[in-house]
């Protein structure tokens, strides 16, 4: 069973910097690939996605000119450089990925479109 694998959470003041990672656990490739993140008490949601190819991009509203997500497919990796981080940006963040789906021509933010998931990686922003 192939896993995703979070790296580069951690603890930083409010308007500091992160660098998340995440690559497959085994010899394998994604294609469309996100970032989620749930904070305590709510719902998973959506963060940003990437499309196969890297050139197209998507955000949510409340990340928009603050993060950006970006590949190296050479690594097979995925990035979310996350700047003027705030207090409600504090949740965990989940990659995830598809095999089959390529571009961002879909319901890229929806959870049900991902085949593999990982398991997180804790981002804590303090005021």
């Known amino acids: 069973q192939v896993q995703l694998v979070e790296s580069g959470g951690g603890l930083v003041q409010a308007g500091g910097s992160l660098r998340l990672s995440c690559a497959p656990s085994?010899?394998?490739?994604?294609?469309?690939m996100a970032w989620f993140r749930r904070a305590p008490g709510k719902e998973r949601e959506f963060v940003a996605a990437?499309?196969?190819?890297?050139?197209?991009?998507e955000y949510a509203d409340s990340v928009k000119g603050r993060f950006t997500i970006s590949r190296d497919n050479a690594k097979r990796t995925v990035y979310l450089q996350m700047t003027s981080l705030k207090p409600e940006d504090t949740a965990v963040y989940y990659c995830?990925?598809?095999?089959?789906?390529?571009?961002?021509?879909?319901?890229?933010?929806?959870?049900?479109?991902?085949?593999?998931w990982g398991q997180g990686t804790q981002v804590s922003v303090s005021s």
């Open positions: 990437i499309s196969a190819s890297g050139i197209r991009t």
């Open positions: 995830a990925g598809d095999r089959t789906t390529y571009s961002l021509s879909g319901a890229y933010y929806r959870e049900d479109t991902y085949e593999y």
């Open positions: 085994e010899r394998t490739f994604t294609e469309l």
